[in-house]
């Protein structure tokens, strides 16, 4: 039998704040352990929160960009648990009232365009991370924490349980990272950990209108991974339903493990934590004045539907590569920038499109570590424009740019790369051509001036594309005639 | 009388007469504590280097305020209070060698003013009692009769001023923690309105209700206190910013056209005869003093201390959550796996009642059960406070008994929780509703236990309690006693 799937998505994304959520530790990445902690972040007794104003700009920010409403009011909770990974003994988040409500993305699969709503957007703080070796002596006789993840803001934007394949899930989870990012939110690196999912996955047979019992797959950290463990989930649940495998689909938590391409159950409904949520009485309820919405309404980042408009229109760009262009924020501004710098937009457009994507592997997380900047490409078609390079070079040295960083101009310098247009330092290589193929040269002086072109491209071999195209052709053309 | 017996204020103008030293003062002080600490037990730890090392830089005037009237004033700090470098238990065993890594904002406002710290103090633990008698290190006893109890959870710091082992000190009152031990030692105890001083740094019980305030022999030395713990502290949410008047302008002795509540909800049967005597003396007094004296009604005074114990638990149960064993205090060195280790840490390093809290305010908080309890308490807050806002718009301040009995034998109650519980009754309601409120000095029963009066205001209008409290005060010489101890 088949069945249909229902899925709903959890996705949890690390605010771009400075400090923390409820102290003014630094937020930054990596580092020595328990380096970036203070008494209030590492549950000190005593200690209060105070409540990062940015963290709550960038929440009201995400639920503009999706079509929240933003809540005027709004309250912090206390979700209480025991881990070593947890200095309070419990999380402030937001339960019962949330910053952001019912919102919505729009996405396309197999040209067929649908609408996700968004049940809700919440504020909360990061835990901390456990480490089960020594970060030195790599013994593995304790487990030690470091806390300076711990009580760095998080968003946790709420799906409805509205996609209905993988496809959907993953079309989803790409468009809110790229809205995010376009409302400059998050980084929305995966593999980081800055924009986690969770996948809450059923099944029941088509025409049913009841939710089937409902299973959360955790531990997917790409766009691939959710994908896969969505589909490993469905056959299995497939298989639960149609008596082809043994069990029972219960209400439980599945880590995906992407070693072995399955998933395994975590904790079932009965070991599920009661949280005992109550509203933290160390911070007051957030109240939003409308005029501070309305200005960050107004200062919101252009989000992808409008750049790709103004792409079109003001860069004149055929709609396919304006659609390219804004499906990364890294990738637009990469495009602009360049423009920026030698402005023909739809000469840019090509080149990022064709060469650029392909060498960051269609991955445009990895657009800001690349060693080739738009700078570089800008640079690279004005030598070309100045006949400094040929054409067929610069793809040499811009691949040259982006595996060393170094600017095309040395490049080409220390590769010795720039265009020949010197008749004298192309004579030898033309000669050495027309007195290695004495039956082209008949061929030619027969009247086959199509011929032409084939002594030429011997020679552009011989000098690796360096040579002026123009002065190459009049050179063969005297030779030979 | 010796340095020790006196007050702030006055050692404060022999400070400026130069008729005593700070250091003087100190020694007088140690010296006392030397002498009686053994049978009253109010310190947990003392600090006499430092203190002297203050002591001396309030003589020679360094780093500190010169008009402040508690420049080189010897007080005591209740061992909640977060002091960084020295060791903060808050008398619990899971934080016996835990040493505070920062200073709680109060603390450092009274250090800023150039206060003396002769050391810490004793108190249920975690702030979690009525008698003093819940501390990991042994109970306080009141100076008045050694054989009974100080009252709680500031026992350790009412016993200590009345024996004159500090000037003055510093309490939390979460559901009558300053008032009553304040009652039961013949002290002036004042609880601020919530959010007039900050909560960072104490050791939190339950977050809504905890407030910080003065215990001290008079009122004057009450304003004095008040002036430099209240205000507005960045680092506490909950903490108003509100401008902070100087309360001793407040301290007036006439009480013309002041209007005096009373609410009959909290004269009643149950009370000791000797106490409800004092009280209707004291209402006397205050009609006297030109004050009109109306009947007030406060209808859900009875579901005080059921509400109380369900939203001061569920918040503590919330709050104690830190005291894993994982970071600071107290850790079981046998546990084998994590779940034995929070469980035997906690076991083994919480008291009874701190035990009995949690177990409580996490029975109300679990699924199913929040709506009933939890839910439910806070809308009955709300009715505790609005019936308080309905009896101020015939009143300017309330007056009321502090507790239903004077002092009580040690052990009389230490088995019975509920009974323990209900020393509360007349002092709960204040902290559920936000509001100041104050324990004074009344009078003394035929065996010479002090008894005390409260006087409660509406929200940060501590300047009108105050000034009802200092016209009574000098009307009267309750506040002069001190206890005979040898």
Redesign the interface.
Known sequence: MSYEVVIGLEVHAQLLTRTKLFCSCSTEFGGEPNKNTCPVCLGQPGTLPVLNRQAVEFAIRAGLATGCSIETKSVFARKNYFYPDLPKGYQISQYELPVCLKGHLDIEVDGKAKRVGLTRIHMEEDAGKLVHEHPETRAKDASWVDFNRGGTPLLEIVSDPDMRSPQEAVAYLKKLRTILVYAGVTDGNMEEGSLRCDANVSLRPFGQEKFGTKVELKNMNSFKNVEKAILYEIDRQGAILDGTMEGKIVQETRLWDADKSETHSMRGKEEAHDYRYFPDPDLLPLVLDQAWIERVRKELPELPEAKRERFMTQHHLPAYDAEVLVSAKGLADFFETCVAAYPQPKKVANWVINEFLRMIGNDETKIPASPLKPAHLAEAMKLVDDGAISGSVMKTVLQKVFETGAPPKSVVEKEGLAQISDTGALEAAVDEVIAANPKEVEKYKGGNEKILGFFVGQVMKKTGGRANPGVLNDLVKKKLS | MELFDLTIHELADLLKQKKASSREITESVFKRVKAVDSKVHAYLSLAEEKALAQAKNADENVGAIHESPLRGIPLGIKD?F?IEGTK?T?SSKI?EN?V???T?TAAQKLLDQGAVVVGKLNLDEFAMGSSNENSAFGGVKNPWDLERVPGGSSGGSAAAVAAGECIAATGTDTGGSIRLPAALTNLVGLKPTYGRVS??????F???LDQVGPLTKDVTDAAIMLNALAGHD?????SLNLPVPDYTKALQKDLKGWKIGIPKEYFIDGTDVEVAKALQTAIETVKKLGAECVDVTLPHTDYGVPTYYILAT??A??N???Y?G???GYRNREAKD?TSL?KKSRSEGFGAEVKRRIMLG?YV???GY?DAY?LRGQKVRTLIRRDFEKAFEKCDVILTPVSPTPAWKTGEKASDPLKMYLSDIFTINVNLAGLPGMSLPCGFTGSRLPIGMQLIAKHFEEEKMLRVAYAYEQANEWHKKRPKLA
């Open positions: 909640n977060l903060t808050a934080l835990y505070a890594p920062y709680a909560r960072y740094g104490i050791v939190a339950a977050s809504s960045p680092k506490d949410s909950t569920a918040e149960s919330s104690l959550a830190r894993d994982i970071r600071f994590l929070y996490t908080l679990s699924a929040y939890y």
